[in-house]
């Protein structure tokens, strides 16, 4: 009987046996923790993004990626983030790189061609000229959801995508409608992150200006920086010019000064323009003849343009005064019809740096 094994003897390897299934119940909980963890910090990364808070997405995004994670949307937002940080495009395009495959596989799974997906692809393939591709994936698109079973159902930021997917097509008429479905969406509460409804209405703002409705543009352009400030969407130039159109001169010398693209030295007439204005408003809409200025005729326009510069130089040269002194009110007769036509032309033109150097005038609009 000593050497019978006892019934503990026997249970015991049975039990190790038992005890596996456990063990590996526990390392797939564990790693479902850590991917859901990881999702959660994705989740937060991808909030904070779309929010236009890219140096605070970023460290999330990256956490996320380091925990195992592969998501070609979030590689394309941590690209997107760290030019936007590092300010360089070579890190947005080496993660725009691994981002690609990833969304091509996730596109082509039942249920993956997403909307963001696809934009996403557009946008990387664009950047690297890719045309053909880009032409795929946003006429896949604007087929799928634009022109899909339930095109109501789309919000403020999917109209807002599509409006750039148009815009990658070339397609400008489109692009303008679906930015403002974007607009109207938001205002009918289906919009998103605000981010996004301010770049819409950007966009909206420089349709307006060019149609002349500078009211308009205005109130976009005013309501996409209230918004979200950090909108470099928003052109300083063009928020200028129709701040200028509307008469809010302090605005508008405000926004040609914040001007540091190309327009720079136009913004900065702009603003000598407005200086001017402010100082003999209000300016007449009616030219000395009785006809709107606003519909004169581009030559007829131009002609007048140079007839009251040389008038305003002549009642200059007329009239002695010292900076700082009231205006005579032979100059501010002058003065007001000068600057409401070379308004006028610079409103239509966008430029009036050549044309008043040509003509002799430019020393008018800056001294």
Known sequence: MSDAPSNAAV??????WRRIPLVLLGVVLTACSKESAARRTLSQGMALYNEGRYDEALPALQKAREAGLKDGSLLYQLGYCREAVEKSPDPRRQTWGEAEPLLVQEIAQPGGATLERLYYLTVIYSDTDRYDSMTQYARQAVEQFEKGPNPNALGGEDWFRLGRL?????????????????????????????????????RVGDYDLKAG???KAADAFDQ???LYPPNTQVNAFHHGLALLAVRRYDDAITRFGEDKDETNTESQYGGDLARKAKAVEPIDDLDTDGSPIQRLPEEVLATRVKEAAAAFRAARVKNSYRSGDALPAE??????????????????????QEFSLKEGFADLVRN
């Open 11 to 16: 249970r015991r390897p049975v039990d190790r």
């Open 166 to 202: 148009h815009d990658f097509l070339s397609e400008e008429s489109l692009a303008e409608a679906a930015y403002r479905r974007s607009v109207s969406a938001y205002s009918d509460g289906k919009g998103g992150a605000a981010s996004y409804h301010s770049l819409a209405l950007a």
């Open 213 to 215: 409705h500078y009211a």
């Open 331 to 352: 100059v501010t007769l002058h003065q007001k019809r000068f600057v409401a036509l070379v308004i006028e032309y610079l409103l239509r033109t966008k430029g009036i």
């Open 224 to 226: 996409a920086l209230k």
